[in-house]
């Protein structure tokens, strides 16, 4: 999805653009406010905007029931409207219920949490999460947003998107989430040559120091990106040979099997290997 919002890399309104319209600058607020919330001061200095028309979009916003006012930090936030319409997403997303139904029967995996994932932006977004073990594990949960070059959803995402879109991704600011997250483009661009040749991605202390992944895509017709399965666990199960192994051949016939439902056909991609 290109950026049509007139916010740039640093997530500020770009003065060299053409002026939004009423209905971009309302989308452009809304795509701040996904990331935390805001004061309306915020927004007219991060849109450069008048005060008066930062102030008038947030209050329409507000009214519409798509951002709500928190007098506790005295910031806006995302509002009610804007979970009903997520969920209306979710519950006719097709890779999301063919996601589930594959999970439903493969009741043997466990110490580790199960995540059907989509990209939305320059994000890997959990959309489904399945805990199959008793550990917590923080930025794991249903919603986050961890950007395209931290842990294996996100590079596997990234990995099997168009070159047009690989190549303004690296364009921009690239921050670390940990000292093994990869920050060097080049890295990168070998790092998903590699992804798109085996069909899988795996990392180890690049979203959270004591955490590793494993991902696979999940493809629909025409070989589609649409989103990955990925298993999250703690590094005491990456140390283990064996298990690896294990999760590797679960993952990719997870990958596999969604994929095949939603109209993929295996002897045209390199992922049936």
């Not at 997520?86 to 995540?115: E, F, P, V, W």
């Not at 939305?120 to 919603?143: C, F, L, P, T, W």
């Not at 996100?154 to 093994?180: C, M, Q, R, W």
Request: with cysteine; proline share 4%; aromatic share 6%.
């Amino acid at each position: 999805m290109e950026n049509t919002l007139g916010i740039n890399k640093n997530n500020k309104a770009d003065i060299t653009e053409k002026p939004l319209s009423g209905l971009e600058r309302s989308l452009a607020v809304l795509n701040l406010m996904a990331d935390l919330p805001r004061r309306v001061i915020d927004i007219k200095k991060e849109m450069n905007l008048p005060w008066a028309t930062a102030h008038r979009t947030v209050k329409k916003l507000e009214k519409a029931e798509f951002l709500i006012f928190n007098p506790e930090t005295s910031k806006y936030e995302i509002g009610p409207r804007l979970w009903h319409l997520g969920s209306c997403y979710l519950a006719n997303n097709k890779m999301l219920k063919a996601s589930i139904t594959h999970l439903a029967q493969d009741r043997t995996l466990k110490d580790i949490d199960i995540q059907i994932v989509e990209r939305i932006g320059d994000n890997s977004v959990v959309i489904h999460a399945e805990k199959r073990q008793i550990n917590e594990i923080s930025m794991a949960q249903y919603g986050y947003p961890i950007p395209l070059h931290a842990g294996s959803k996100g590079l596997v995402l990234l990995a099997f998107e168009s070159e047009k879109f690989i190549k303004n991704y690296l364009s921009k600011d690239l921050p670390p989430l940990t000292n093994h997250t990869l920050i060097n483009k080049n890295t990168i661009l070998d790092r998903l040559k590699e992804i798109k040749d085996s069909g899988f991605a795996k990392t180890k202390g690049d979203v959270q120091n004591f955490t590793g992944s494993i991902a696979a895509p999940i493809f629909g017709q025409n070989r589609k990106i649409l989103g990955c399965v990925c298993f999250v666990y703690l590094n005491k199960v990456s140390n283990n040979k064996e298990s690896m192994d294990q999760l590797k051949e679960s993952l990719l016939i997870m990958a596999h099997s969604i994929s095949v439902e939603l109209g993929w056909n295996p002897s045209k991609s390199s992922l049936s290997r």
